[in-house]
């Protein structure tokens, strides 16, 4: 097999273990990993495909561990000197260097993952600065903010995620990560309107969309003014209408949780007409909505789903009842739940 050539070898790889696939095995991984050590020409074509969704994916601790081992070998020397000069030791030496660039090769990318493997990496070691986790966050997210394009990018909910953890992606040398981001999900219970302006400023290319949009649900309103509140996830529905706004290529959109916000029903919605093919609302309360007309503009939609969602009224959702199949004529799921 040493004689085929390497596009020919890589399909073959992917047929082992697909990165791009919806489920990735673990098996999978494994028979690929025992295909790159077989020699030098199967270890360059192996590599890549692994890497691909490195960042997406747990595995065991050790796993965990070596990862971020591999991504901070792969820093120039200012990046190590930085880290070293706040308290961080590499267990490495300062010349060396990695065979391949590893992060160039990491298209998608779980944030939770991470900060969670960064966490385990940081474990191994001894008196730790008290911002060790932010100073080798901002290190690796550099690093692939200059080394690669990032085409899928996620973060849920983390016991002990902050705000400022989050706030690191949208500093000036790293914002740039979400250039070539095709597949975004926001779910998380942070502040979004802290850094959903920097996205909207950089977001173009957005094709699958899944957030969490603001309301009462937030446990951040607890420890807010209701007042104080109400103007915070005002602010950052409209944010996250200019987001969607700008997404001219996207196909998918799930939103979930929240308030339905008018601006986002409609002003959005009918923007991405041209595009959208699939609408899902999950937990959204829609009190206070003006009536759906913005939802009426999609004639590409193809499949629309309501789920668990509250306060609509007969007002609210009369635009969308009198639409005919002239209307949406590709239309072929409408999956809406009796709670709703």
């Known amino acids: 097999m040493n004689n085929l050539i390497p596009e020919i070898l890589e399909e073959i790889f992917r047929c082992v273990y697909d990165p ?21 020409h199967w270890c360059k ?47 490495f030496s ?15 990318l779980d944030y939770g993952k991470l900060i969670n493997s ?7 070691l001894q008196k730790l600065p008290a911002e060790s986790l932010s100073l080798v966050l901002r290190a690796i997210l550099k690093l692939l903010a200059k080394e690669t394009k990032i085409k899928s990018f996620k973060t849920w909910p983390l016991k ?14 790293i914002e740039n990560l979400f250039l070539e981001v095709r597949d975004l999900l926001i779910v998380t219970y942070i502040r979004l309107d802290r850094w959903l302006g920097t996205l909207v400023k950089i977001c173009r290319k957005i094709e699958k969309l899944t957030i969490r949009i603001p309301g009462q649900t937030n446990s951040i309103c607890s420890t807010m ?14 944010q996250m209408s200019s987001l969607i706004q700008h997404q001219q290529t996207l196909q998918k959109l799930k939103i979930i949780e929240g308030l339905g916000f008018s601006v986002i029903i409609n002003e959005a919605l009918s923007s991405v007409k041209n595009s959208l093919t699939k609408l899902i609302l999950k937990y959204v309360d829609f009190e206070g909505c003006d009536p759906w007309y913005g939802m009426c503009t999609l004639y590409m939609l193809e499949v629309f789903k309501c789920k668990n969602c509250k306060g609509l009224t007969v007002e609210m959702v009369k ?20 709670n709703t």
């Open 160 to 173: 002990y995620s902050t705000d400022l953890i989050h706030l690191i992606l949208v500093e000036e040398d």
């Open 94 to 108: 300062s010349e060396e260097v990695t065979i391949f660039q590893y992060a160039s090769y990491i298209e998608m």
């Open 225 to 238: 003014s209701t007042s104080k509140y109400s103007q915070y996830y005002t602010v950052e529905s409209t």
């Open 20 to 40: 791009n696939a919806d489920s990735c095995y673990i098996a999978g991984r494994s028979n690929l990993h025992s295909c790159l050590l077989v020699n030098r």
């Open 319 to 338: 635009p969308l009842v009198e639409c005919t199949n002239k209307d949406f004529k590709r239309i072929r799921k409408v999956d809406v739940d009796w």
């Open 118 to 124: 960064v966490e385990d990496w940081l474990n191994t």
């Open 45 to 91: 074509i192996s590599v890549p495909i692994l890497w691909n969704r490195a960042l997406n994916y747990y595995g065991s601790i050790d796993e965990r561990q070596t990862k971020i081992f591999s991504l901070l070998k792969c820093l120039d020397q200012k990046s190590r000197h930085h880290l070293i000069n706040n308290g961080i030791t590499l267990p």
